[in-house]
């Protein structure tokens, strides 16, 4: 008995610690379940919780918004220059509709947008995307828009039927011609030699300056150096090549004979001899709708008219086409130095290298002249 009872006591020790062992746990489970409840998230990371999941609500809508295509026909959309967040917005709305431009504008304000860069014209296709287009005023990608000058006789003219596509006024591209021009050598009676008729593109809000200077670009790619070089070989330079050229087109609109004018006032020119050439006088007396031009006519005291002073007036009566200043250098050789309308009213001349031909083709264009009763 005596040899038993160290075992037994052992045993009942070993009980009682693997009793403790065993309800350690679960008392310790039970406690960190009450603290868990009693512990809510920290605010920053609930803050950091709602933010992303807005953001990814945001996202996610954005790109449901982002791909809906544009369903209405090409529209530009323009957004002038200066304008705030909400012009922006009104534009788009304006161009493309209420729904439409909403989409775009929310879309554009997600991207981090600002008006500044959004300034500009956008030609908007059928079918764009919303995103395609608000990510286009983000940078600024602007659509070229399509800008021709025309051979007129005057500046305004020129410059009102210039600007019409664009932002800036006739009278802001008068304003930075005057400033412009005089220091690239023009005078104002230059002025329209130092532009090239055609069709250009350009940016919708292109200031005056740069809408002037990018004209020059492309006179002076225009008068390259072999061109530069015929003229100089007539002894004329290229305000004077496109003078002539001017009074040639308002002679004839028949491009086959153009060249055989040019070297017709081209032989006046080197003979010294005055270039009488009636367009100009149309353009001093400023009665452009002049169909017959009378004695009265060739007393008008101007510099522009050639009855009364010799060589050539101070700048073109036009803006001539490039085609008329390319007949002008490369015109044929001829002796002809008169000239007179036909009397079949063709449009074509009858030319003469005597003045007494000159005079029969004349009165034969006058009698015409008073049988249809034209004064």
């Known amino acids: ?48 919780i709602g933010i992303t999941l807005t953001l990814v609500g945001l996202c996610g809508a954005a790109l449901l918004i982002g791909i809906i295509g544009y369903h209405g026909p090409d529209k530009w959309v323009k957004i002038p220059s200066a304008s705030t967040s909400g012009e922006v917005h009104q534009s788009l709305r304006d161009s493309l509709g209420t729904a439409e431009g909403n989409r775009v504008y929310l879309l554009w304000k997600v991207m981090g947008s600002d008006a500044a860069t959004a300034s500009g014209a956008y030609l908007i296709p059928h079918g764009q995307s919303a995103f395609t287009t608000a990510r286009k005023l983000r940078n600024g990608a602007q659509t070229p828009v399509k800008v021709t000058l025309r051979g007129l006789r005057l500046m305004r003219p020129m410059a009102e039927r210039l600007t019409a596509p664009l932002e800036c006024s006739a009278e802001d591209f008068l304003a930075a011609c005057d400033t412009i021009l005089p220091a690239e050598g023009f005078s104002p009676e230059e002025f329209p030699a130092a532009f090239i008729p055609d069709t250009y593109e350009m940016y919708w809000n292109s200031s005056p300056s740069k809408v002037v200077r990018r004209l020059l670009t492309y006179r002076d790619r225009f008068w390259n150096e072999e061109r530069r070089d015929k003229a100089s070989a007539l002894g004329l330079s290229p305000v004077q090549v496109a003078t002539i050229a001017s009074i040639v087109e308002e002679e004839s609109a028949k491009t086959d004979e153009q060249p055989l004018i040019a070297r017709l006032y081209l032989n006046r020119l080197h003979r010294g001899m005055l270039l009488q050439a009636d367009p100009t006088v149309k353009f001093a007396t400023g009665d452009f709708a002049l169909r017959r031009i009378k004695g009265e006519h060739l007393r008008t005291p101007s510099p522009y008219n050639t009855y009364l002073n010799k060589g050539l007036p101070p700048g073109p009566i036009r803006i001539a086409q490039p085609s008329t200043i390319d007949g002008v250098l490369n015109a044929p050789v001829h002796d002809f130095i008169y000239m007179c309308a036909k009397e079949d009213f063709s449009g074509y001349h009858n030319f003469a290298t005597d003045y007494a031909t000159h005079m029969a083709n004349a009165r034969r264009y006058q009698t015409e002249l008073n049988r249809r009763n034209i004064h």
């Open 1 to 48: 008995m005596a040899s038993n009872t160290p075992e037994i006591k052992k045993d009942s020790r070993t009980a009682r610690s693997a009793s403790r062992a065993a309800n350690r746990p679960k008392q310790t489970t039970r406690q960190s379940k009450r603290r868990s409840k009693k512990k809510p998230l920290g605010k920053g990371v609930a803050w950091t």
